[in-house]
């Protein structure tokens, strides 16, 4: 049973497209992240939510809108994509230490 | 501010012989520290954790890390590397006194190889 589980896999799409990714998990976790990983497999985070609230927006485009219907669900939503938009995206979830529990990733590519 | 340092891109050691991936951080309060793994293609894995107490942790497939306060450092070390060992490792950080709020910040990586 998958504990945080992020669809789709793959996304490739032109420019000026906007698409979405989905974010669950079932460890009961009250906070959740979204990362980014670019191509030097820097990471970055973007987003954070404690319960439904978005706690960090580290500087994202405005592009970039995170959803969080309940405590269990973190989706990411990207308008008008661009060719630097192209990565990884990892969700996250952390217990009450911080340690990370992270999805397997939606890799993005924008053409 | 907060941040990690892992000073090497690339660590390269034969099958059998000890290794050892660098960390220094960088918390204005006190540290919770971690260690991942990263497989090609795959999320991140939890290694380890530094919370509170021994400043030596063991962790999961034989990894252990020692949290050296004076030296703001947590490297990881192996006493014998595996070619499995092989993969990208992550350090990170995160401020204990932030709670909720806080985040962790990772370093860029080191890629671990392991030649048999």
């Known amino acids: 049973d998958t504990a945080v589980s992020q669809t789709p896999k793959y996304l490739v799409t032109q420019m000026g497209n906007d698409k979405s990714i989905k974010c669950e998990q079932n460890?009961?976790?009250?906070?959740m992240y979204w990362y980014k990983q670019d191509s030097k497999k820097f990471l970055k985070i973007m987003f954070s939510y404690n319960n439904k609230e978005l706690i960090i927006n580290e500087t994202v485009p405005n592009r970039f809108s995170p959803k969080s219907p309940d405590k269990a669900h973190l989706n990411l939503h990207i308008n008008s994509l661009e060719l630097g938009d192209s990565a990884v995206y990892f969700c996250a979830s952390a217990d009450a230490t911080g340690e990370l529990f992270f999805g397997e990733g939606s890799r993005l590519t924008v053409l | 501010a907060q941040s990690v340092a892992q000073p090497e891109d690339q660590v390269n050691v034969a099958e059998g012989n000890p290794l050892t991936v660098k960390c220094t951080y960088s918390?204005?309060?006190?540290?919770?520290l971690f260690w991942y793994v990263q497989y090609p293609n795959r999320g991140l894995q939890f290694l380890l954790k530094?919370?509170?107490?021994?400043?030596l942790v063991k962790g999961s497939y034989g990894f252990e890390a020692e949290f050296n306060k004076s030296q703001t450092s947590f490297h990881l070390k192996k006493p014998s590397a595996l070619v499995s060992d092989s993969a990208l490792y992550f350090c990170a950080v995160r401020d204990r006194g932030q709670g909720n709020a806080g985040k962790s910040t990772f370093g860029d990586g080191t890629t671990l190889t392991v030649k048999p």
């Open positions: 530094y919370i509170t107490g021994d400043n």
């Open positions: 460890l009961g976790h009250d906070t």
């Open positions: 918390v204005s309060g006190n540290p919770y």
